[in-house]
Nanobody, 125 residues
Framework: QSQLVESGGGLVQPGGSLRLSCAAS????????IGWFRQAPGKEREAVSC????????NYVDSVKGRFTISRDNTKRTVYLQMNSLNPEDTAVYYC??????????????????WGQGTQVTVSS
């Protein structure tokens, strides 16, 4: 059973920062595209960012461009999402996902094979 485990969520004030981590096990991590998605209460799950297997290509949804940075360390089998200048609209459960897919479909949730359980991010004063 392949596994993805997210960590790093929590409560932060508007304007603050968090770094999420997604640790992988039981599959060839370096061959997989990793995506971050989020789901706020009453809303659809949406793509946030994704990174190619090598780490050379990244993609961001417009609402997080310039604020969030995705990166990966294949030796540690971990992907990170650095989130700066957080605002209440960023409040959601954040999920990471892994799949063998072309980058042009990395924002499509159904493209992914494996999902983590999610970590809660709450931005509030």
């Amino acid at each position: 059973q392949s596994q993805l485990v997210e960590s790093g969520g929590g409560l932060v004030q508007p304007g603050g920062s968090l770094r999420l981590s997604c640790a992988a096990s039981r599959f060839t991590f370096g061959n997989y595209v990793i995506g971050w998605f989020r789901q706020a209460p009453g809303k659809e799950r949406e793509a946030v960012s994704c990174i190619s297997a090598s780490g050379g290509n990244t993609n961001y949804v417009d609402s997080v461009k310039g604020r969030f940075t995705i990166s990966r360390d294949n030796t540690k089998r971990t992907v990170y999402l650095q989130m700066n200048s957080l605002n209440p609209e960023d409040t959601a459960v954040y999920y990471c996902a892994a799949g063998r897919l072309p980058m042009y479909s990395c924002t499509v949730a159904t493209s992914y094979n494996y999902w983590g359980q999610g970590t809660q991010v709450t931005v509030s004063s």
